[in-house]
């Protein structure tokens, strides 16, 4: 088995021995989140460290993260020290790991700084009466324009993913899941389109275009239409997918 390591530079011997250690022995730490990938926080010299296992890739996967692709924690890693130098919110970036064969990939690790945030997006798509709910949508339109600003195309820009710490009388945003982005100019529709994902709700539709359309100069009706009718798009497409595996699973029994 081929063990691969990559630290950030500023980290001690003892450190990085102690955190692959601690890799090695994923599956004897206690606890433990996720249904495909598992999150387990572990605390080294009274830092918290939030190390994910990504999920065992499917036979062509196998492959493709063998010889032609990126894995996951590699992609994690990379995408987070991107963000960082281009002053992006994220979680500090430490290490990724890769366990592999001379054919077959077989895991992968990414382990960040854990942190502690107040909210994430989903909170606001779930009480619309939220405290300081306007100010942070907003905030948050004014984040993700700076995205689009930077050449950032999160293609994971979905309710979990980022989280939300005040700062006094700001708020504070950091992206997670990183493994799906691009970074490249986005014309107007991939725009207006990255928000796709985020909410049902018309009404914060309505006023992230308003938002995004002050920052951006660009037309209110002309972002508000393509961004719902965007949204509209995907769930369909999203709950037409939930049935047919629903019929698939009914098909198996």
């Not at 709700?201 to 719902?228: P, Q, T």
Request: aromatic share 16%; net charge positive; charged share 30%.
């Amino acid at each position: 088995m081929k063990k691969i390591k990559v630290f950030s530079e500023d980290l001690s011997d003892s450190f990085k021995t102690e955190i692959s250690k601690i890799v090695d022995n994923f599956s004897e730490i206690e606890g433990g989140v996720g249904k495909r990938n598992i999150i387990k926080i572990v605390k080294i010299e009274g830092v918290d460290y939030n190390i994910k296992a990504f999920k065992i890739p499917n036979i062509f996967n196998k492959i493709a993260y063998n010889f032609f692709r990126k894995s996951k924690a590699q992609r994690s890693f990379e995408y987070a020290k991107k963000l960082s130098e281009l002053k992006v919110g994220t979680p500090k970036p430490i290490a990724y790991f890769e366990n592999k064969n001379p054919l077959f990939f077989k895991e992968s690790f990414y382990v960040s700084e854990q942190l502690q945030c107040d909210l994430t997006y989903r909170e606001l798509t779930k009480d619309l009466n939220y405290p300081d709910f306007n100010a942070i949508l907003r905030a948050f339109t004014r984040f993700t324009y700076s995205l689009h600003e930077k050449g950032i195309h999160f293609l994971d820009h979905s309710p979990g993913n980022t989280l939300i710490k005040k700062n006094g009388n700001t708020y504070d945003f950091y992206l997670v899941d990183l493994n799906r982005m691009k970074f490249e100019s986005l014309d107007f529709e991939s725009r207006i389109k990255n928000f796709s994902r985020l909410t049902t709700h018309k009404s914060m539709v309505e006023l992230m275009s308003d938002e995004y359309a002050k920052a951006s100069g660009e037309d209110f009706n002309k972002i508000f239409d393509l961004m719902w009718n965007s949204t509209e798009t995907f769930q369909y497409k999203f709950h037409k997918k939930k049935r047919l595996k629903k019929k698939l699973k009914f098909w198996k029994k």
